[in-house]
């Protein structure tokens, strides 16, 4: 018997107050029975838009209807035979936007809670089951793979599944890319990608860690030490600024940075060396979901008060609603609107506050969204002594410069054919690499394809 | 992890470790630094490199133990391990088609500059090395030097070995006495690279400094280590480490530099041993 009620059954969270000053997980997921409860609101369509909507299209209403019916095991196996990552994609997927967004349960009402359901299978499996995946009899030919974040795993895991010698080649000293150095332990836990690389090497993949590739070795040394073809999923890591007046300043830095230290560099437990500052007023400029990361940060490194700084209103912040929602739970101030001009400096050359111009909105431009306009003499000062610029990133060039052949755009995204092949034969690539910063279940529906690519092309 | 094979004492707190890793050894170019980090909560440190042996796959790093990180790795010793030993990163010295160069080092800088003046040194130019240091007591390299360089010139602050007085002034006579360079590279404490900076720019002499600003990834990644050169931001990891002198802003990268010092020193003065209180633990 299904159950109609128009909205989700809540998931339940941590206190905002409280956990606006810890690390710990902000979601708590789904009990046994709220999960079975929350599945008997999917319809089991017999044509599910939901399917189309996923990028890696999991087969949603099977493995809900498996959900239903108290067997979580045999969820999990459905899911998983085209996700390499539910523990992950159930978590930071913009499911709003994809499979959610296609529910016939939201024509009245909210959509099933698609993602919620699949992080209860994933993290029910991991507790429950575990089970460490069985090599495959490999058919010794050597894969590389560059960058370790999703399209990297993702990729790795679906070439190993085939029988495939994979190495991951990391430039850090963890894998996980943008999973471990961006997204903070509050959003996802590092345990859970952690799991997933060691599930990754029991298949038999390599990961070498410490290995920037471009320098140590580049993408021709590859194929010269074996490796048959080249997965290049090295994402979208370098930092904008805004070219702005006191952006030198000691207290000034890109969100990259702050994340970083703070999540990789674990400067927010006593026992690491790494340090990061200790901020009272912070202002985090863009409206992206990795501006909410870091502004959320430093609420929970002490800061008193955190800005987003916005130049357009709120209805065009790129960032997932339920970031933006959570955000404000916690107490972070929202200044829409608002372009900074100038970053203020002390005489010691610290930060002490951020000139900031009000705008409005005229027509929509090339992104569609509506244009912002400055509105003459309305500039104010915000009281901060951190300044985090979350602009957006773009590609790094390591690759593409050592590399002949390897062509790239006006952007520098790497091109590549509908096979996700670059134009140097042999050299595949996706995720942000390619798309410019996107999300993690792109690139992880890039690395998929990039395995089936691949797989194709060393049939020849 | 990346074993230590060789430890050496250059001088009080001067150290020179060979480190096994020989993906880097086989790469490693003068000019071009590398990260390390000792244990798992360890910072990520950058340090040019000394040198290396691609045969026996090791890369020289020397080290002046100034901060919390550097200290951790000069506990260490031969046969020890350390967690994390990344590069060669940054672009190597351009050391082709000089024919007259002079190569400033001070202090520990001198470790860097060493194998920079090898490089100038082996692509056929002829190569003046003025090196400077506080006082006798911390000379290091002084042989290793003098084998590379066709006019080796050593000052002390105080006079207590070679000539008395700073590197600047050995420059300075030689340039005007009319010596033509095509390059003077200066390698050490910010302040020495921007006198020498200052020294040669009413002689017009292409100056490159390397900088070695505060960073985490060493990749581009995070923006940390951006600097002011010619106006414009440039990733000293990527774009350098080393640049035109006559266009970098030296105040600016003095000032930051000093972004953690203050926390840098109340860790310093509060900070117990990790192993200490990790004893302390299991002894409670």
Known sequence: MANMTLTKTPMPEQDPKVRARNFKEVTLGY??????????????????????????????????????????????????????????????CPQETQCECKCVRGIKGEPVAIGRLER?????????????????????????????????????SDLAKMGYQVTIFEALHTAGGVLVYGIPEFRLPKAIVANEVTKLEAQGVEVMTNMVIGRVLTIDELFEMGYKAVFVGSGAGLPMFMNIPGEALKGVMSANEYLTRTNLMKAYTEEADTPVIQSKAVAVVGGGNVAMDAARCAMRLGAENVYIVY??????????????????????QFKTLCNPVEILGDETGRVCGIKCIRMELGEPDASGRRRPIAIPGSEFVLDVDTVIMSLGTSPNPLIRSTTPGLDTNRKGCLIVDENEMTTREGVFAGGDAVTGAATVILAMGAGKKGAAAIHEFLQK | MYKIVRKKELNSSVTLMDIEAPFVAKKAKAGQFIIFRVDEMGERVPLTIAGYDREAGTVTIIFQKVGFSTNALGALNEGD????????????????????VCVVGGGVGCAIALPSARGFKEAGAEVTVIVGFRNKDIVILEEEFKEVADHFIMMTDDGSYGRHGLVTQPLQELLEQGEQFDEVLAIGPVPMMKFVCKTTEPFGVHTSVSLNPIMIDGTGMCGGCRVTVGGETKFACVDGPEFDGHKVDFAELMSRNGTYREREAEVNNTHTCRIESMGKALIQ
């Not at chain 1, 209103?313 to 933006?324: N, V």
């Not at chain 2, 391990?81 to 007259?100: A, M, Q, S």
């Open chain 1, 311 to 332: 130049r357009r209103g709120e209805a065009e912040m790129p960032a997932r609603l339920e970031e933006q929602h959570h955000a404000k739970e916690e107490g972070i």
């Open chain 1, 120 to 156: 209860f299978v994933a993290d029910w499996y991991l507790e429950n089951v575990n089970e460490i995946p069985k090599k495959v009899e490999p058919n010794g030919v050597k894969v590389a793979v560059v960058g370790s974040g999703p399209a990297g795993l993702t990729c790795a």
């Open chain 1, 31 to 92: 009990t046994p029975e709220m999960a079975i409860e929350e599945a008997n609101r999917c319809l089991g369509c017999k044509n599910p838009k939901c399917v189309e909507g996923c990028p890696v299209n999991v087969r949603i209403p099977e493995f809900i209807k498996k959900v239903q019916e108290g067997d979580f095991k045999a969820a999990y196996e459905i899911i998983a035979s085209t996700n390499a990552l539910p523990a992950l994609s159930g978590r930071v």
């Open chain 2, 81 to 100: 391990y350390i967690r994390d030993f990344v590069g060669p990163l940054g672009k190597p010295t351009p050391v082709e088609g000089k024919k007259k």
